[in-house]
C-alpha cells in the first residue's frame, strides 16, 4: 500500500517573523505570514518558494482565493517576485508559479541600509 501525501505540513515545521517585517514594509495578518513563509525560503538570497497555495492555507487558515489576492497584493507591492513556470507537457496550458522576496535579492550592504533606516539592530533573517 502507497502512503499518500499528507495535505499539512509536517509535525515541527516553521518559519520566523522578523521585527522589520512589520516596522518596515508594516506588514501585518495574513499577509506578513505569507511573506515571512516565502521569506524562510528564499533568505538565502538563490531559494524561492515553490510550494502549492494548500500549504499557504494551511498557514494562515484562509481559503485558496483569499490566499491568491494576497500574493497579487504582495507582488503588486513589490514586496514579493513571481516567475510562471508552464508544466513540462505540452499539451497542458497551466503553469506554477516560484516567489521570493525582494528583500532576499538585495545585497548584504543594501539590506543593512534599508534596516538601519528603521533603527535597532534587527536581523537579516539569514542563518548566522
Same mark, same amino acid.
Given at each position: 500500500?502507497?502512503?499518500?501525501? @499528507?495535505?499539512?505540513?509536517? =509535525?515541527?515545521?516553521?518559519?520566523?517573523?522578523?521585527?522589520?517585517?512589520?516596522?518596515?514594509?508594516?506588514?501585518?495578518?495574513?499577509?506578513?505570514?505569507?511573506?515571512? =513563509?516565502?521569506? @524562510?525560503?528564499?533568505?538565502?538570497?538563490?531559494?524561492? =518558494?515553490?510550494?502549492?497555495?494548500?500549504?499557504?492555507?494551511?498557514?494562515?487558515?484562509?481559503?485558496?482565493?483569499?490566499?491568491?489576492?494576497?500574493?497579487?497584493?504582495?507582488?503588486?507591492?513589490?514586496?514579493?517576485?513571481?516567475?510562471?513556470?508552464?508544466?513540462?507537457?505540452?499539451?497542458?496550458?497551466?503553469?506554477?508559479?516560484?516567489?521570493?522576496?525582494?528583500?532576499?535579492?538585495?545585497?548584504?550592504?543594501?539590506?543593512?541600509?534599508?534596516?538601519?533606516?528603521?533603527?535597532?539592530? @534587527?536581523?537579516?533573517?539569514?542563518?548566522?
Amino acid at each position: 500500500m502507497t502512503k499518500k501525501p @499528507s495535505k499539512n505540513p509536517k =509535525y515541527g515545521q516553521g518559519f520566523g517573523i522578523y521585527d522589520w517585517m512589520i516596522r518596515l514594509f508594516e506588514l501585518q495578518g495574513d499577509a506578513l505570514i505569507i511573506y515571512a =513563509y516565502i521569506h @524562510s525560503f528564499s533568505k538565502d538570497g538563490e531559494g524561492m =518558494y515553490y510550494g502549492s497555495l494548500r500549504q499557504l492555507c494551511f498557514w494562515t487558515g484562509k481559503s485558496k482565493p483569499t490566499v491568491i489576492k494576497v500574493l497579487q497584493k504582495l507582488v503588486a507591492t513589490g514586496l514579493l517576485d513571481r516567475e510562471e513556470v508552464p508544466y513540462t507537457d505540452k499539451t497542458d496550458k497551466r503553469f506554477y508559479c516560484r516567489y521570493w522576496t525582494s528583500f532576499s535579492r538585495m545585497s548584504e550592504t543594501e539590506q543593512e541600509q534599508l534596516l538601519s533606516s528603521i533603527g535597532g539592530n @534587527s536581523k537579516t533573517g539569514k542563518e548566522n
